[in-house]
């Protein structure tokens, strides 16, 4: 059984709420646990395929939520299951007939063909679109507990709203997870996403180091009464599980606390790389800001890391990059990007790589540049018409916390066979885990 936990820190599960987390403390006691690395970059679209699959985001061909379609300028895509072409884990087992059940693991909208049965994930547009492997089960699905919850909306101040509505949705999650856990599996897998929303959502209100923080604030304890949900949840859930099952309880990427947003197309407007015919109002994004294209250089992406595009010859309808040159503008921008430093003249500790230098092979439609700014604590901010670059909030929205490189992995083995043997591990290795437990190699 894999429980995954979308954006679960080292810093809250193993150390800050471990003593009141009964269930998970328990597996971690009597079991092993690591620090597990995440991908480049770390968000949930690539980290979960990446591993369930053991390939990088660029052999997947995944860098985010959205993906720029070739040649465009502002034109994008949503991933979805289908750019999936690698095997997954339980495509791998199902070819020795082992059943799985896998629920919200992203992308697997639209859901594929499995032996066994498939819910998909937070990426599904909505409840009345098909969204179960096989067909039947969402019927079965809603006819016991109603319409499937797939997310929450988080990135807005009513947090009274939020809070109600993220614990509704873990537990209907929890509900169905029961049900489905009653049949006949070799593999469980799943990732509960209302554990990323609330540390978005509720972060600020827990962390002392955070800006927005106030002693005894009505939300202080909101994080850690909703891990005292999942804790509880996972427990009941245990009930219903084999004694002989391998627990694993995994994150994508980790969490911390959100420094602000760095506007980074106002910056490239200051610096001469991107070309607007006249000021639009503060927070307009691109798609509606008057863009000279053919005076631009380069243009970018907001996100919890900035994604950097070169206007390129014969790759973009009016590029005025030279194929000849396109290295020395990577190389240029890259090194002016680190340069950057915070809103007091503080230093930042900003990596900038080209994709080919994370991955062992470069597929679908990445940036040309990848960045972290200080180390994820700021975010990118693509939108134009600010006064400033330093932006105390996303642009998109309240948002208190940003991705981290570290998540978690507890194993539990009641028989005793697999334990973890290093203190971190790379998210790409959880698949060969699992195989392992499940007395298969690739």
């Known amino acids: 059984m894999i429980i995954g936990l979308d954006a679960a820190p080292p810093k809250l599960i193993y150390r800050e709420y471990k003593d009141q987390l009964p269930n998970i403390s328990r597996l971690i006691d009597e079991g092993s646990k690591a620090e597990m690395r995440?991908?480049?970059?770390?968000?949930?679209?690539?980290?979960w395929i990446s591993m369930m699959t053991g390939k990088t985001p660029g052999e997947l061909g995944l860098y985010g939520f959205r993906h720029r379609k070739p040649g465009e300028y502002l034109d994008y895509y949503i991933a979805n299951s289908r750019m999936v072409k690698d095997e997954a884990l339980w495509d791998t087992i199902g070819k020795?007939?082992?059943?799985?059940?896998?629920?919200?693991?992203?992308?697997?909208?639209?859901?594929?063909?499995?032996?066994?049965?498939?819910?998909?994930?937070?990426?599904?547009?909505?409840?009345?679109?098909q969204?179960?492997?096989p067909i039947n089960l969402k019927r079965t699905i809603e006819r016991k507990f109603g319409p499937y919850?797939?997310?929450?909306?988080?990135?807005?101040?009513?947090?009274?709203?939020?809070?109600?509505?993220?614990?509704?949705?873990?537990?209907?999650?929890?509900?169905?997870?029961?049900?489905?856990?009653?049949?006949?599996?070799?593999?469980?897998?799943?990732?509960?996403?209302?554990?990323?929303?609330?540390?978005?959502?509720?972060?600020?209100?827990?962390?002392?180091?955070?800006?927005?923080?106030?002693?005894?604030?009505?939300?202080?304890?909101?994080?850690?009464?909703?891990?005292?949900?999942?804790d509880e949840k996972i427990g009941e859930l245990m009930e219903r599980t084999p004694k002989n099952t391998v627990i694993m309880i995994v994150s994508d990427h980790g969490a911390k606390r959100m420094k602000?947003?760095?506007?980074?197309?106002q910056w490239l407007t200051e610096k001469g790389y991107l070309k607007i015919s006249k000021e639009p109002p503060q927070g307009t994004p691109l798609n509606k800001a008057e863009i000279e294209w053919r005076k631009t250089y380069a243009w970018g992406w907001g996100g919890y890391y900035a994604r950097i595009f070169l206007n390129l010859e014969r790759r973009e309808k009016h590029g005025i990059i030279k194929r000849e040159d396109y290295e020395h503008y990577r190389d240029e921008l890259a090194?002016?990007?680190?340069?950057?430093?915070g809103p007091n003249g503080e230093e930042w500790q900003t990596k900038v790589y080209k994709p080919e230098e994370l991955y062992p092979e470069v597929r679908g439609n990445p940036p040309d540049l990848i960045v972290y700014l200080d180390d994820l604590y700021w975010r990118s901010a693509g939108t134009l018409g600010w006064k400033t670059k330093y932006l105390p909030e996303n642009d998109r929205g309240p948002d208190d916390a940003v991705h981290d490189w570290k998540g978690i992995l507890i194993l539990y083995d009641p028989e005793g066979r697999i334990e973890l043997k290093k203190e971190e591990i790379s998210i790409r290795e959880i698949r060969r885990i699992a195989l392992k437990a499940l007395e298969m190699d690739e």
């Open 131 to 133: 969204y179960t492997y």
């Open 335 to 341: 090194e002016r990007i680190k340069r950057i430093r």
């Open 38 to 47: 995440s991908t480049h970059p770390p968000i949930t679209i690539p980290a």
């Open 149 to 230: 919850i797939f997310d929450v909306i988080f990135r807005v101040e009513k947090r009274d709203k939020v809070k109600r509505e993220l614990w509704k949705m873990t537990e209907y999650h929890f509900e169905v997870l029961k049900y489905l856990a009653e049949k006949k599996w070799n593999l469980f897998a799943f990732v509960e996403i209302g554990v990323d929303r609330v540390q978005h959502a509720f972060w600020g209100y827990m962390d002392k180091e955070h800006r927005k923080y106030i002693p005894g604030n009505r939300y202080e304890k909101t994080i850690l009464e909703y891990y005292k949900l999942i």
């Open 260 to 265: 602000g947003a760095f506007c980074i197309n």
């Open 96 to 129: 020795k007939h082992l059943r799985s059940i896998v629920v919200g693991i992203p992308p697997s909208y639209p859901p594929k063909k499995i032996n066994g049965y498939m819910i998909s994930c937070f990426i599904t547009p909505s409840h009345k679109n």
